[in-house]
């Protein structure tokens, strides 16, 4: 299957995102108190590093370039983690509410870009199932961790 550019731009998307979540999550991590929720939120953060990584492996395999730097909406884009609000109220329900919704779009962002799944390598298609189901689970954990913070 032929690589093409609108299929890189996409995965770049993915790959800015990526990395905005990384820096999103450990903002999170740095800005509560509760260890279970640190723990949470700085193994989000290495989770997502590691996406990163895969996807910039993945863009180079096909000859592309990734973007190294974030979105240049990275500051809009972390609003799904804009917790500055949350953060002075210290309300740790309402970070998790926000982690839930930044997931949330990030499983869309996967699921349309899989739509097209006939212009995917094979090896992308595994790798973005694979992601795709690891924020799932990420968002099974944070609706647990909204019990043990409620």
Request: with cysteine; glycine share 4%.
């Amino acid at each position: 299957m032929k690589y093409t550019e609108k299929m890189s731009k996409k995965l770049n998307e993915l790959l800015e995102k990526s990395i905005d979540a990384e820096k999103g999550y450990k903002n999170a991590a740095e800005n509560v108190n509760n260890k279970d929720l640190k723990d949470f939120f700085n193994s989000r953060s290495s989770q997502r590093s590691a996406f990163a990584r895969e996807l910039r492996l993945e863009i180079l395999s096909y000859g592309q370039i990734p973007d190294e730097t974030g979105s240049a909406k990275g500051t809009a884009h972390r609003a799904w983690m804009d917790l500055k609000s949350f953060f002075s109220a210290n309300n740790e329900e309402a970070i998790l509410e926000e982690c839930i919704r930044g997931e949330k779009a990030a499983i869309e962002e996967y699921n349309e870009i899989l739509s097209e799944q006939a212009t995917l390598p094979p090896t992308t298609t595994n790798l973005l199932i694979k992601q795709r189901d690891e924020i799932q689970k990420a968002i099974n954990n944070v609706k647990w961790l909204e019990e043990v913070v409620s």
